[in-house]
């Protein structure tokens, strides 16, 4: 497989701009000639489906919900990153493109994060124009805040729900050109497989949630704005219908999959209580603007945390990393909450949890101060562990949250597959091997509103595509394959539900690639997870008819692909022999339990291809060449 | 509070797909612990339903954190059950008692078909934004976001209003199935912001057009709509929907 990046050469500040001069574009009266499938509403899927149709191109647009206002996207809470320097504090777009790249390990292309990094202003401009009711200040200009990783502010955001507001933006932009008959749009519906013609992608195969109906859609082109595949691990911060299906299906037909084993764990969730539980909630990261974390000095102090005095508690965030304090990125607060955890010096019933407290904050600022910017988590923590988090510090914990990795993309965009695109959390591009926070708002927005738009039309205007439509022999095929595997589904009539084996893969996901991974324990939990896959074949209970509306079967086919996936995961976290961001191997860490990267011989992109079932996958590299940043070890402290 | 394990009865309405009659069903759900959430205790059931060969209860869920808008069922006669400010996925069982019998329903309106179970049909509400609830600004040509100066308190007036989640409890909380604390909402987003001026007329006379034809009720005050919202939208957003709705009708060019 060839790997090529299409990274323009050039000075890095000059790229984006000389390549989007040199696209060949579509005119406008053209674009009304191609149609284009979007998988996915959510920042990256809906903002690119609303942007074509706005220039011109026919999109049909699928989701997974009742309606495309309901993308995880909306989960997001913090905040969205941009380099405006409103606050005066010396920021500029070299100074974000620097953070992110640092932030990643050093593991994404230097030119799609500096475009990223370009892009985010016109970003928060659009966004505003488009009725995002940012935070403002008193004097009407807008307000900023602060994230792990950055000594600026730069964060927009709208109270606790930045991610709500910014894709009710995008759903507006999305519902005009629905309205305007630019996009159709499909609710309610899965994809479930990429069909290809003459070696292009140009079609999808879907199931109707609501009838079971199987459905076939042609194009010229596809992109798929899936997001992550954090599900993997069963708890997770993502949606309960957060899946891998349409990049894994895109997997099989030779679009390679990216760096698999970039998770990120977040620091401040919920904790986990109680097997029945079925996902986790997150506490946003800003609010560690605000809270310490703290756990006691002395291993199994048990006393209620309003006993313990100042001198008998440990700000370990603050000690360690004086200069970023409780703004560490995600993988540092993290790796650091488990190793108090492990010394037995965590809190709470399970000892699985860490303080984060906001006592000196409100003394300082103001009960009513607090309320205002976190107002929404503060009631949404009450809500869940029946504590009030103004007058008890939060017990929290780390949680899947996020995936760097995803399907490979050139910087155009486009997957190792021709005129198959993917987009935001769904790929692995802008973040390497770890994400600030604020980040991934801004890359979903970038890649929908700013890049796809004009990348794709470089690829449609330079190909000879013949028309194709839904009854070419590749999607009967396709449909054909497709059915056989949900019949089989179907029949298997075994003895365990669907959560059931789900919940016991989150368990191998977690305990042999969580946190910390060793060469031993990724061995054993490959053999683990490829023996629970037979087993699901052997003896799943999926009830109901797959001619109807039916949430078992949905699960089923989900899992069916997540238990393929995982493997891959843990194969990607065992061939990387160092640690970098949140893949943390035990056998490289430097004296102070730091992540050690080896640049010597891992600073490449590790894109994995589909050989086959039952095949071991081909590793393919992509070398990471920095020209404009200096490989280091990467300190907060 | 101490995590306890209770027993519940549970009264469920089911309805196949494509069928237009549905009935109530009972079924146990036992040993639930108080720390789990409603539809967690719902996944408990289901999960047994599926072991006894029953087909389990289909309801419309996906972040569980209460922001998507996408769960939502009547509890006991409440749209996401009685707890004020609450989505149905934020409901915890420390909310109810051992023994307790619960009726689960879905929303009910003449505007939402119920699909299968609980899951019911809410895509009228999408016409309806599609019909005007929304800013024209093509992506590319957009000012710096400084440009326009909102205040602090018009900014937090907006807000409130866009905070709507779009899950349809007012709807189903209504006497008259009206959308109007929805709609009003999306309109004050809109028309308090300076940039959602210049088609506010244009939108409001669109988005109640749309309402109607959608079949939708009319607002009589009654103020379910507000006591049931999730997200605490104030029923100030209908007043301030009748005000541009009425200037849009006899001031405006815009018909």
């Known amino acids: 497989m060839q790997l090529n990046s299409n990274v323009p050469s050039g000075p890095l500040e000059g790229k984006w701009d000389r390549y989007k001069f040199d696209l060949k574009k579509v005119n406008p009266a053209n674009k009304r000639k191609f149609e284009v499938i979007v998988v996915g509403t959510g920042l990256a899927g809906g903002s690119a489906a609303a942007t074509m149709a706005d220039l011109g191109y026919h999109v049909k647009n699928f989701c997974i919900q009742d309606t495309p206002r309901r993308a995880h996207s909306i989960a997001a809470q913090g905040g969205i990153n941009a380099a405006k320097n409103y606050p005066g504090d010396g920021d500029s777009v070299y100074n974000l493109f620097y953070d992110t790249i640092k932030g990643g390990d050093y593991r994404a292309r230097e030119a799609n994060v500096y475009r990223l990094a370009q892009n985010a202003n016109a970003i928060i401009d ?351 095929d396709s449909e054909t394959q497709l059915n056989e595997k949900l019949n089989k589904l179907m029949n298997i009539n075994g003895k365990r539900t669907v959560d059931d084996i789900h919940k016991e893969l989150g368990h191998y996901m977690w305990e042999y690639c969580g946190m910390a991974r060793n060469d031993a324990g990724l061995k054993e939990g490959i053999q683990k997870i ?102 280091t070890q990467r300190s907060y402290k | 509070m101490e995590e306890k394990f209770i027993n519940l009865t549970l009264k469920v309405w089911r309805q196949k797909l494509g069928e237009k009659k549905g009935k109530i069903e009972t079924y146990q759900a036992k040993n639930i612990s108080t720390d789990a959430s409603f539809l967690e205790m719902l996944d408990i059931v289901n999960d047994d339903l599926t072991i006894k060969g029953i087909e389990p209860i289909a309801f419309d869920h996906d972040c569980r954190e209460g922001i998507c808008g996408m769960c939502g069922q009547v509890v006991n006669g409440y749209a996401h059950g009685e707890e004020k400010g609450t989505t149905l996925c934020q409901l915890h069982m420390r909310r109810f008692k051992d023994g307790d019998t619960v009726f689960v329903e879905p929303f009910r309106a003449k505007a939402f078909k119920v699909v299968k179970d609980l899951v019911v049909d809410r895509s009228a509400f999408d016409k309806i934004i599609q019909a005007g609830g929304y800013i024209t600004a093509k992506a590319g040509g957009a000012p710096d976001a400084n440009n326009l100066p909102v205040t602090y308190e018009t900014c937090e007036l907006a807000m409130n209003g866009a905070e709507c989640i779009g899950c349809g409890a007012c709807v189903a909380a209504c006497p008259n199935a009206s959308a109007m604390l929805f709609v009003g909402a999306k309109i004050s987003h809109l028309a308090l912001l300076p940039q959602g001026r210049p088609e506010a007329a244009k939108r409001a006379l669109a988005m109640v057009r749309t309402m109607d034809s959608c079949g939708f009720g009319n607002c009589s005050n009654e103020r379910e709509c507000e006591a049931s919202c999730p997200k605490n939208i104030e029923i100030t957003n209908i007043a301030r929907l009748n005000r541009e709705f009425l200037s849009a009708g006899v001031c405006s060019t815009a018909m």
Request: aromatic letters at 10%; charged letters at 25%; hydrophobic letters at 35%.
């Open chain 1, 126 to 476: 659009h966004c505003v124009a488009t009725g995002v009711p940012f935070a403002r200040e008193y004097g009407g200009l807008h307000a900023n805040r602060s994230f792990g990783g950055a000594q600026v502010s730069r964060t927009f955001y709208a109270r606790g729900q930045t991610g709500q507001q910014l894709l009710l933006g995008v759903y507006g932009q999305l519902s005009r050109q629905i309205g305007l008959g630019g996009v159709e749009m499909y609710a309610r519906r899965d994809i479930l497989d990429i069909v290809i013609v003459d070696g292009c992608a140009r079609g999808v195969i879907c199931r109707n949630l609501v009838t079971g109906e199987i459905e076939r859609h042609s194009a010229h082109a596809v992109v798929l704005a899936t997001g992550g595949y954090d599900n993997v691990y069963f708890l997770s911060t993502s949606g309960m219908h957060s899946n891998v299906s349409a990049c894994w299906a895109a997997y099989k037909k030779g679009a390679a999959f990216a760096n698999p084993c970039y998770t990120q764990i977040h620091p401040t969730c919920i904790t986990v209580h109680g097997d029945y539980q079925s996902k986790l909630t997150l506490m946003s990261e800003s609010l560690r603007n605000d809270g310490r974390i703290w756990v006691p000095k002395k291993a199994g102090d048990n006393r209620s945390p309003e006993q313990i005095p100042e001198n008998e508690r440990d700000y370990y965030l603050e000690r360690k990393y004086p200069s970023f304090g409780n703004l560490v990125p995600r993988d540092v607060a993290s790796r650091n909450a488990k190793m108090a955890c492990d010394e037995g010096r965590g809190v709470g019933n399970t000892g699985l949890a860490v303080y984060l407290d906001f006592t000196e904050a409100i003394q300082r600022d103001g009960e009513d101060v607090i309320r205002a910017k976190y107002g929404n988590l503060f009631q949404m923590y009450d809500k869940i562990q029946d504590e009030d988090p103004y007058k008890v510090p939060m017990k929290i914990y780390p949680a899947i949250h996020y995936v760097m990795g995803g399907t490979w993309v050139d910087y155009n965009l486009m997957t190792t597959r021709n005129g198959l695109f993917c987009l935001g959390g769904a790929n692995f591009s802008d973040h390497g091997a770890n994400r600030l926070g604020a980040s991934a708002l801004m890359q979903g927005l970038s890649d929908g509103y700013f890049v796809l738009p004009y990348t794709i039309g470089g690829y449609l205007a330079t190909q000879s595509l013949t028309d194709v439509d839904t009854s070419h022999q590749a999607f009967k």
């Open chain 1, 530 to 631: 490829s023996a629970l896959r037979e087993e699901f074949w052997q003896n799943v209970n999926v009830t109901g008819s797959s001619k109807d509306f039916n949430q078992t079967l949905e699960k089923g086919y989900r899992l069916a692909d997540y238990l393929e996936f995982g493997e891959l995961l843990a194969r990607d976290a065992l061939t990387r022999e160092e640690s970098c961001g949140g893949h943390f191997r035990e056998e490289s860490q430097t004296e102070e339990n730091e992540a050690k990267r080896d640049d010597e011989n891992f600073c490449h992109v590790a894109a994995w291809e589909y050989a086959g079932e039952g095949k071991t996958p081909i590793l393919n590299k992509e070398p990471l060449v920095f020209e404009s940043v200096k490989l």
